[in-house]
């Protein structure tokens, strides 16, 4: 079975600094991977997600991640952050075929301090 | 577009009570999926549906937990009788179709068992 580990609980920023939020993931083939962001209150968003092909993938609000299989990594990262995005940061992975649903991380709490 | 409906957003119940959460996913996705967020934890798939064919209820606890989805449209959830341990988010989320494709979730019901 896959699983998705998201070392760092809460990590504090200063807004306009670089950002790179961790997440490791197992599973025995070739993984489909995403980043999702939550709000208070809200559901879900995709960031970005990788399926195959280029490594590093971009999404949308300025942030990109790359796949490093040799590491069993997906990183987010984001060149300068704004206070908009403090939030929770989810990595999920999930298999291909028919019962595809998405394992996720714990999660990282993502502080911005002015 | 109009995204994933879920109501109510906020229930609270006493333990031992029933409690039904109602889902309507995007128009024209074929799949379905329930997750539970317990506070401070990533989402946790409860079940998978396909049209109104069941695809993985493996991490639903079944002696309280039920889900259909008639008609391959809307979806309830119905938990009975209700545990502390129940209190969640109980998020839902729909795709075009088992694969490869993006989620889109919900904004979630927020359950608190008293």
């Known amino acids: 079975a896959q699983s998705v580990t998201q070392p760092d609980i809460h990590i504090t920023v200063s807004e306009g600094a670089s950002l790179e939020l961790r997440c490791n993931y197992s599973?025995?083939?070739?993984?489909?991977l995403f980043w999702y962001v939550q709000s208070p209150g809200q559901g879900l968003q995709l960031l970005l997600k990788?399926?195959?092909?280029?490594?590093l993938v971009q999404g949308i609000k300025g942030f990109e991640a790359e796949f490093k299989r040799s590491q069993s990594s997906f990183n987010l990262r984001k060149p300068s952050v704004h206070w908009s995005d403090a939030a929770e940061y989810f990595c999920?992975?999930?298999?291909?075929?028919?019962?595809?649903?998405?394992?996720f991380g714990k999660g990282t709490h993502l502080i911005i301090q002015p | 577009e109009a995204g994933v409906a879920q109501s109510p957003r906020y229930k609270i119940i006493e333990k031992r009570q029933s409690v039904a959460f109602w889902c309507n996913p995007i128009?024209?996705?074929?799949?379905l999926y329930w997750y539970q967020q317990i506070l401070g934890q990533g989402p946790k798939l409860l079940i998978q549906?396909?049209?109104?064919?069941?695809?993985?209820d493996s991490q639903l606890p079944k002696d309280r937990f039920s889900a259909e989805r008639l008609k391959g449209v809307d979806s309830t959830l119905k938990i009975q009788p209700a545990k502390l341990e129940d209190s969640a988010v109980y998020l839902c989320?729909?795709?075009?179709?088992?694969?490869?494709?993006?989620?889109?979730f919900g904004q979630g019901t927020r359950l608190t068992v008293v």
């Open positions: 989320a729909s795709s075009l179709g088992a694969g490869f494709t993006e989620a889109f």
């Open positions: 599973y025995g083939a070739t993984p489909y």
């Open positions: 990788y399926f195959s092909g280029d490594t």
């Open positions: 999920a992975v999930k298999a291909g075929g028919g019962a595809d649903g998405l394992t």
């Open positions: 128009s024209g996705h074929a799949t």
């Open positions: 549906f396909q049209n109104n064919g069941v695809v993985d």
